[in-house]
T-cell receptor
């Protein structure tokens, strides 16, 4: 059974810092890995999707990498802003979609 | 944003009553999903559909049923609601193209008293 973990569970940083969120999964037989953002009381917004054949994807200040063999993905956020404060979830798609528990990020002005 | 709506957005109901949640999409995506999100458990798949009248169970399907009579609508029914079904319910869609990217609706907050 696929299991997805995310470290850290919560993170608080001052504005302007670069930061890394981690996602680990136990079964490397995946089609893709997707990173989402969730604001309090809201739905999930797709940030980046990495297909199994890809190593990384970039969108603006976000960069996500994927190492299938080690079962790891990282989400790099450059020059963090208070508007980046949210919970970040990763999900892997193998037999079905399995989500991690999320990392709650607070960016302080 | 993907065209996904959920109704109702909030509902309070009593134990033992039937409840139906609706998900509507305008993207014509083939696949639709129902998840529940609970503190300490994250997002868990309840049921999904891979076409009209084609559905399958997810991780936490007990106590739930689904129906899909049209491409755009996916209904989740709690036949007899219990307090353990108090949760936030999310609908999602995806297409079986090269990416299988998922898009989520705004959620329905259900409270069973």
């Amino acid at each position: 059974k696929q299991e997805v973990t995310q470290i850290p569970a919560a993170l608080s940083v001052p504005e302007g810092e670069n930061l890394v969120l981690n996602c680990s999964f136990t079964d490397s037989a995946i089609y893709n890995l997707q990173w989402f953002r969730q604001d309090p009381g809201k739905g999930l917004t797709s940030l980046l999707l990495i297909q199994s054949s890809q190593r990384e994807q970039t969108s603006g200040r976000l960069n996500a990498s994927l190492d299938k063999s080690s079962g790891r993905s990282t989400l790099y956020i450059a020059a963090s802003q208070p508007g980046d404060s949210a919970t970040y979830l990763c999900a892997v798609y193998g037999q079905n979609f399995v989500f991690g528990p999320g990392t709650r990020l607070s960016v302080l002005p | 944003d993907a065209g996904i709506t959920q109704s109702p957005r909030h509902k309070v109901t009593e134990t033992g009553t039937p409840v139906t949640l609706r998900c509507h999409q305008t993207e014509n995506h083939r696949y639709m999903y129902w998840y529940r999100q609970d503190p300490g458990h994250g997002l868990r798949l309840i049921h999904y559909s891979y076409g009209v009248k084609d559905t399958d169970k997810g991780e936490v399907s007990d106590g739930y049923s689904v129906s899909r009579s049209k491409t755009e609508d996916f209904l989740l029914t709690l036949e007899s609601a219990t307090s353990s079904q108090t949760s936030v319910y999310f609908c999602a869609i995806s297409e079986w193209d090269q990416t299988y990217e998922q898009y989520f609706g705004p959620g329905t907050r259900l409270t069973v008293t």
